[in-house]
């Protein structure tokens, strides 16, 4: 098919174009919103950028402002964001009896960071049923869990439940409370089960089918067990700072329990967007590390953004190896390949001007103070959804910057950069010269 001749890179794009479309005009229907009339286009389309690229940041709040049909809609979204286009294009073609073409493997292959084109259809299979079978998990435990939440009805409680299950796995950062996760910040159980489901969505389906479908604990490849570590430790350092810079605020007269995990939620959520307390009230210190960890983000695969966790590893790596004085990056007794590498480098430099050009250009139009906009620049790329309460205040500029990040979040940096690279056309090579450095 002509179709799949263009290159995954682009299609992948024009697809997630289509799906924001789409779910645009589905928000802008006259029974998507609770008050009579429609939503603005604006609103309905920076909404439906944020569910579809499992994001969460908001501009009208999701809990009063949309209908039912408007939160299912939004639902729809996460599950189709967290999954990918091009999983769910593949669940019809096989209900269909259809074969899958080379083409649509290779979509497949580029929208879920696999290794090759070679085994993706069984990938999506099991993409799929580790999804709904963790989501379902999510489900019932937030059933017995939540206070009150058959009050209104079993209907009622089971989307609710559902709704929290699928935004909290897809790192969405959605809510029907109105105010995130506070109402439920004393309960560690709770807690728990929501920073459970956000780090299993963080870590990628290739690292998920290693541990869970091919149970390779004893011999996980290369790039799962960096995730591991890299994860592990970000969310180590995480707690750790949030405790210490919580100290002054009575955090350590809480259980012990309670003190270990409300600290590794809030180094969890820097996939995910959930709050238990508004970040303002945040020690100035971790703001700061909150933003380099939002700008890692989540790892290849999964269903954050950022610059990945596989990527920030390699750097290290990189930096560490050339410290020593070694050419090659070395982990576990493994070489990481030089154009890994070379990736890593270039994701991480046009991520940096990603940044810096539009917190740049939303300061100079907006006229807000640089940290909140670095924030929530680095929270929009990053697909995390976490905020210090400006994205409401935008214009119509800023939003639009603010969603076409996400959006760029979503697809991937380096998926980006592949779709604007031309083929090299020269085939002369020039004499090579040195220049200083540093």
Same mark, same amino acid.
């Given at each position: 098919?002509?179709?799949?001749?263009?290159?995954?890179?682009?299609?992948?794009? $024009?697809?997630?174009?289509?799906?924001?479309?789409?779910?645009?005009?589905?928000?802008?229907?006259?029974?998507?919103?609770?008050?009579?009339?429609?939503?603005?286009?604006?609103?309905?389309?920076?909404?439906?950028?944020?569910?579809?690229?499992?994001?969460?940041?908001?501009?009208?709040?999701?809990?009063?402002?949309?209908?039912?049909?408007?939160?299912?809609?939004?639902?729809?979204?996460?599950?189709?964001?967290?999954?990918?286009?091009?999983? $769910?294009?593949?669940?019809?073609?096989?209900?269909?009896?259809?074969?899958?073409?080379?083409?649509?493997?290779?979509?497949?292959?580029?929208?879920?960071?696999?290794?090759?084109?070679?085994?993706?259809?069984?990938?999506?299979?099991?993409?799929?049923?580790?999804?709904?079978?963790?989501?379902?998990?999510?489900?019932?435990?937030?059933?017995?869990?939540?206070?009150?939440? &058959?009050?209104?009805?079993?209907?009622?409680?089971?989307?609710?439940?559902?709704?929290?299950?699928?935004?909290?796995?897809?790192?969405?950062?959605?809510?029907?409370?109105?105010?995130?996760?506070?109402?439920?910040?004393?309960?560690?159980?709770?807690?728990?089960?929501?920073?459970?489901?956000?780090?299993?969505?963080?870590?990628?389906?290739?690292?998920?089918?290693?541990?869970?479908?091919?149970?390779? &604990?004893?011999?996980?490849?290369?790039?799962?067990?960096?995730?591991?570590?890299?994860?592990?430790?970000?969310?180590?350092?995480?707690?750790?700072?949030?405790?210490?810079?919580?100290?002054?605020?009575?955090?350590?007269?809480?259980? &012990?329990?309670?003190?270990?995990?409300?600290?590794?939620?809030?180094?969890?959520?820097?996939?995910?967007?959930?709050?238990?307390?508004?970040?303002?009230?945040?020690?100035?210190?971790?703001?700061?590390?909150?933003?380099? $960890?939002?700008?890692?983000?989540?790892?290849?695969?999964?269903?954050?953004?950022?610059?990945?966790?596989?990527?920030?590893?390699?750097?290290?790596?990189?930096?560490?190896?050339?410290?020593?004085?070694?050419?090659?990056?070395?982990?576990?007794?493994?070489?990481?390949?030089?154009?890994?590498?070379?990736?890593?480098?270039?994701?991480?430099?046009?991520?940096?001007?990603?940044?810096?050009?539009?917190?740049?250009?939303? $300061?100079?139009?907006?006229?807000?103070?640089?940290?909140?906009?670095?924030?929530?620049?680095?929270?929009?790329?990053?697909?995390?959804?976490?905020?210090?309460?400006?994205?409401?205040?935008?214009?119509?500029?800023?939003?639009?910057?603010?969603?076409?990040?996400?959006?760029?979040?979503?697809?991937?940096?380096?998926?980006?950069?592949?779709?604007?690279?031309?083929?090299?056309?020269?085939?002369?090579?020039?004499?090579?010269?040195?220049?200083?450095?540093?």
């Amino acid at each position: 098919m002509r179709f799949f001749r263009t290159k995954p890179g682009p299609l992948v794009l $024009m697809s997630y174009l289509l799906a924001n479309i789409t779910g645009t005009f589905l928000l802008l229907l006259p029974w998507a919103t609770v008050k009579p009339g429609s939503a603005t286009l604006l609103e309905a389309w920076f909404t439906a950028t944020s569910a579809l690229t499992v994001t969460g940041l908001i501009v009208v709040p999701t809990d009063t402002y949309w209908s039912l049909f408007g939160h299912t809609v939004i639902l729809l979204l996460m599950q189709i964001g967290g999954l990918g286009l091009m999983v $769910m294009a593949t669940l019809v073609l096989t209900a269909l009896g259809m074969k899958i073409q080379l083409g649509h493997r290779a979509l497949i292959a580029q929208e879920r960071n696999h290794f090759s084109i070679s085994g993706v259809v069984k990938l999506v299979k099991n993409v799929v049923i580790l999804t709904l079978i963790i989501e379902l998990i999510g489900i019932i435990a937030l059933a017995m869990l939540l206070p009150g939440i &058959w009050d209104n009805g079993w209907l009622e409680g089971l989307f609710f439940t559902t709704f929290h299950a699928v935004s909290a796995f897809n790192g969405a950062g959605f809510d029907l409370t109105g105010e995130s996760l506070a109402p439920y910040k004393d309960s560690s159980a709770i807690i728990f089960v929501f920073t459970v489901l956000i780090l299993i969505g963080s870590l990628g389906f290739v690292v998920l089918q290693e541990l869970f479908v091919s149970r390779k &604990w004893k011999r996980l490849s290369l790039h799962s067990r960096l995730v591991l570590w890299v994860t592990s430790a970000i969310a180590l350092v995480g707690s750790f700072f949030y405790y210490v810079t919580s100290i002054e605020r009575g955090v350590d007269e809480l259980p &012990w329990v309670h003190q270990l995990v409300y600290s590794l939620f809030q180094a969890i959520t820097r996939t995910a967007g959930f709050t238990t307390e508004p970040v303002t009230i945040w020690a100035e210190s971790f703001i700061l590390l909150m933003i380099l $960890m939002m700008f890692i983000g989540a790892s290849p695969g999964s269903v954050g953004g950022g610059i990945k966790t596989t990527t920030f590893g390699t750097i290290i790596l990189a930096v560490w190896a050339f410290v020593r004085g070694r050419k090659e990056v070395v982990l576990f007794e493994r070489e990481i390949a030089t154009e890994s590498v070379l990736k890593a480098f270039i994701v991480v430099v046009t991520a940096a001007l990603l940044v810096f050009v539009s917190t740049f250009f939303v $300061m100079l139009v907006e006229g807000l103070p640089f940290k909140p906009v670095l924030f929530e620049v680095v929270s929009a790329l990053a697909t995390v959804g976490l905020s210090m309460g400006i994205t409401a205040e935008l214009s119509a500029f800023g939003q639009v910057i603010i969603g076409l990040l996400m959006l760029i979040g979503r697809v991937g940096v380096l998926s980006l950069i592949t779709i604007l690279a031309g083929r090299e056309a020269r085939k002369a090579r020039y004499m090579k010269e040195s220049i200083l450095i540093g």
